[in-house]
T-cell receptor, first 109, second 113 residues
């Protein structure tokens, strides 16, 4: 099946810093999504981005499907950005999302 | 309020007991799924459903059972709880298996002793 790898596994930042999270996947996909899990455990859908670039405030994401990776950019990080960021791709049968193991981000003030 | 509702939020079971985790959504989503989250493992799919009356297995289905009698509800049953099923369980729903509108419930933290 499709493998999803995220890097780095952990990231520690000072407030105001920028960061880039990476998601590599092992096979061609037509669906890629980014989620944020806040410190209280709630999972929020950030981006649906099978290809191209999207921006939402300080967050943006780029997927290069032909090269099998996606990047999530966080600019001017805030403490509320802390949590775990997951990328997920649709399996080859098109029936379910396969998640990476996540990047844990800690932003301190 | 529109969204995915999971109950209970916390549960402690003894080994061998059975229980049902409830999941309900009011967005008329056809697709629903159950995941478990363990430290360092990300989210792993247990079972999913593409509509009422249709369910299928995910990556880690053993020890769990599901049914989908209505569009709104997708309960997850633990048949005989084991300590290995200690985890946080999330239910999700969407119009399709992926895409915008993919919504998670707030989770159920289950401990099996």
């Amino acid at each position: 099946g499709i493998q999803v790898e995220q890097s780095p596994p952990d990231l520690i930042l000072q407030e105001g810093a920028n960061s880039t999270l990476r998601c590599n996947f092992s096979d061609s996909v037509n669906n890629l999504q980014w989620f944020h899990q806040n410190p209280w455990g709630q999972l929020i859908n950030l981006f649906y981005i099978p290809s191209g670039t999207k921006q939402n405030g300080r967050l943006s994401a780029t997927t290069v499907a032909t090269e099998r990776y996606s990047l999530l950019y966080i600019s001017s990080s805030q403490t509320t950005d802390s949590g775990v960021y997951f990328c997920a791709v649709l399996n080859q049968a098109g029936t379910a999302l396969i998640f990476g193991k996540g990047t844990t981000l800690s932003v301190s003030s | 309020n529109a969204g995915v509702t999971q109950t209970p939020k916390f549960q402690v079971l003894k080994t061998g007991q059975s229980m049902t985790l409830q999941c309900a959504q009011d967005m008329n989503h056809e697709y629903m799924s159950w995941y478990r989250q363990d430290p360092g493992m990300g989210l792993r799919l247990i079972h999913y459903s593409v509509g009422a009356g249709i369910t299928d297995q995910g990556e880690v289905p053993n020890g769990y059972n599901v049914s989908r009698s209505t569009t709104e509800d997708f309960p997850l049953r633990l048949l005989s709880a084991a300590p290995s099923q200690t985890s946080v369980y999330f239910c999700a729903s969407s119009y399709a298996p992926g895409g915008d509108g993919y919504t998670f419930g707030s989770g159920t933290r289950l401990t099996v002793v």
